[in-house]
T-cell receptor
């Protein structure tokens, strides 16, 4: 069974640019969540997708958007990058929605905005 | 969403039992309590989850009193490799309307 994978591992972008981060969920998981983790902080919830539909969103501006595909892989898109967007971006998949279902996290993508 | 409060940091010697307590005074009836562990530059990893009383697995135990307003994660005989950040999370078990809300967690340092 393949775990959650994310690509790329590291990324450096310039302020104002756009970025797409990718996540491949664990097999059989229909729910994926994205988190932003700044240095020294806990992960902050960005949004969740359940069966290709957005199922909840945290306190992030609309320039953060996402997609979940029929094979349950997903993307996080960030437009008009700002310096504060520099962080570790984590995706997590689970069998179903709800905290009772264990979330499996990927290793993250480290985004640096200069 | 039920807010959680836990100590910022803890230190322990190898071989000791470590107990990390989390307060969640406004926990709702349908809420579950879940603990995650995170090592530097890695994603969090599920440790244990419970609803009430005591839950034990091969890694840890989780103690939840009758009022469920707090919970205690117990790590038996810690080793250096248990040095990590531990997060306590509370949310609805099955509705799917409650995402995982991470606080700052408890940074556990295990000393030889």
């Amino acid at each position: 069974e393949t775990g959650v994978t994310q690509s790329p591992t590291h990324l450096i972008k310039t302020r104002g640019q756009q970025v797409t981060l990718r996540c491949s969920s664990q097999s059989g998981h229909n729910t994926v969540s994205w988190y932003q983790q700044a240095l020294g902080q806990g992960p902050q919830f960005i949004f969740q997708y359940y069966r290709e539909e957005e199922n909840g969103r945290g306190n992030f501006p609309p320039r953060f958007s996402g997609l979940q595909f029929p094979n349950y892989s997903s993307e996080l898109n960030v437009n008009a990058l700002e310096l504060d967007d520099s962080a570790l971006y984590l995706c997590a998949s689970s069998l179903e929605r709800g905290i009772s279902y264990e979330q499996y996290f990927g290793p993250g993508t480290r985004l640096t905005v200069t | 969403l039920a807010k959680t409060t836990q100590p910022i940091s803890m230190d322990s010697y190898e071989g000791q039992e470590v107990n990390i307590t989390c307060s969640h005074n406004n926990i709702a009836t349908n809420d579950y309590i879940t603990w995650y562990q995170q090592f530097p530059s890695q994603g969090p990893r599920f440790i244990i989850q419970g609803y009430k009383t005591k839950v034990t697995n091969e890694v840890a135990s989780l103690f939840i009193p009758a009022d469920r307003k707090s919970s205690t994660l117990s790590l038996p005989r810690v080793s250096l490799s248990d040095t990590a950040v531990y997060y306590c999370l509370v949310g609805d078990g099955y509705s799917g309307n409650t995402p995982l809300v991470f606080g700052k967690g408890t940074r556990l340092s295990v000393i030889a």
